[in-house]
């Protein structure tokens, strides 16, 4: 079955009304919501906000369900050219707060032990693009970094910006997200929409003003994803 994950009720509310014979799975800390969309088996579930929250819930999501792909939506801050509801799809995904370079073996992002990068799904990744080829909606491939902070200047992400040039969305769950699925060896794929846009004076307004409705674009490509998974 195909795994859903969004932080924050706004992300998930569009997706949810499509699932079709609905049921509520509480398992301790999280609840999961199962059912099928055209005709694909779904598990939705609400993680939170922060790498942690979205870490263990995907862990909890792997644990007990059979998720065979995980696609996590949501809304992100925009840089290098990226405007409102575009959607950003990862083809690489990258903590922007995880630093131990220190040690001068490692880069901006890198876990000890682990690659640089997470990496989404080849498979998935050609599917949603080919999907969002049907909808009018502005894209761009590439990589989504996390942290556990509200980004609103480019100063507080000048290590990850140096290090890469096609960082188009930050976020605070898709690394934890991404981290969790790369561990369980599960194939998985993020889908932001842009809902403000760093160092732009009006970022604080935009967050609040764009959120459904670009929440409402991730879900959109969404589920013409599911359509073709
Ligand atoms: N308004 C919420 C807090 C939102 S935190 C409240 O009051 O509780 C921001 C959320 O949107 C996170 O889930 C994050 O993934 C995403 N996001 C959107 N723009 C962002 C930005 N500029 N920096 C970091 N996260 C951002």
Redesign the pocket.
């Known amino acids: 079955m195909i795994g859903i994950i969004g ?2 009720q706004e992300e998930l509310n569009v997706i949810l009304k499509e699932v079709k014979d609905l049921k509520e799975i509480k398992l301790r800390i999280r609840t999961f919501y199962t059912g099928t969309i055209s005709g694909k088996e779904v598990v939705v579930v609400l993680a939170g ?1 922060g790498k942690v929250n979205a870490g263990i819930t995907t862990s909890i999501l792997l644990e007990n369900f059979d998720v065979t792909s995980v696609i996590n939506i ?4 925009g840089q290098n050219g990226v405007s409102h509801k575009d959607i950003v799809i990862s083809k690489e995904v990258l903590y922007h707060d995880f630093d131990v370079t220190k040690f001068g073996k490692y880069k901006i992002g890198q876990v000890p032990g682990m690659e640089s990068l997470f990496y989404a799904d080849n498979t998935l990744l050609e599917l949603t693009k080919n999907a969002i080829e049907k909808l009018n909606i502005k894209y761009k491939i590439g990589k989504i970094a996390t942290g556990d ?4 200047s480019k100063d507080s992400i000048t290590k990850l910006n140096n290090e890469y040039d096609d960082v188009f969305a ?4 898709a690394a934890g997200i991404a981290h969790a699925a790369t561990l369980y060896k599960v194939p998985f794929i993020i889908l932001r929409s842009i ?2 846009l ?1 160092d732009d004076e009006t ?1 604080d307004n935009d ?1 609040d003003k764009f959120l459904e409705e670009a929440s409402k674009n991730a879900a959109l490509v969404l589920k013409e994803l599911i359509e073709v998974i």
């Open positions: 932080a924050m906000i949501g809304v992100a801050g902070q509200f980004i609103y930050i976020e605070m769950e809902s403000d760093i970022q967050f």
